[in-house]
């Protein structure tokens, strides 16, 4: 088989991000991953598991390398939600902003009203 190279080379290492909220997962995190990307959890188990993740990996000697966290929370969607989130060492966002604000979401409009709304009360007012 011929070999395949990604062309050009990237300049810095691609992290893996490993899903889970389990303690095995957690380890899985710390040992290996360059990221996590658990399911829906409150700030206060982001929290935790940002924690657990940050001491096990001080323990493996990773503790000089960055963590990146995908987290979606499910105790709050608004713009101090998110704020606190990056206070944790959340990263990056994943939501679905059109859930958060009723309708059928079956409906394109709802779901473009949805996302123009979470733009203007949140994006905007994150930078």
Same mark, same amino acid.
């Given at each position: 088989f011929p070999r395949l190279q990604m062309s050009p080379g990237v300049a810095s290492s691609i992290p893996v991000f490993v899903g889970g909220r389990t303690k095995a997962a957690l380890r899985r995190v710390a040992r290996l991953g360059g990221g996590w990307i658990p399911d829906l959890l409150s700030r206060q188990e982001l929290a935790e598991?940002? @924690?657990?993740?940050?001491?096990?990996r001080r323990e493996l000697g990773r503790d000089? +390398?960055? *963590?990146? %966290?995908?987290? @979606?929370?499910?105790d709050g969607y608004d713009l101090d939600?998110?704020?606190?989130? +990056?206070? *944790?060492? %959340?990263?990056h966002l994943w939501t679905i902003p059109?859930?958060?604000?009723g309708g059928d979401t079956?409906?394109?409009?709802?779901?473009?009203?949805?996302?123009?709304?979470?733009?203007?009360?949140?994006?905007?007012k994150m930078r």
């Open positions: 598991g940002i @924690a657990e993740i940050r001491a096990q000089d +390398e960055p *963590l990146e %966290v995908i987290g @979606a929370p499910k939600t998110f704020r606190h989130m +990056e206070d *944790l060492g %959340v990263t059109w859930l958060f604000h079956s409906s394109l409009e709802v779901q473009r009203a949805g996302l123009e709304r979470f733009a203007e009360e949140v994006i905007v």
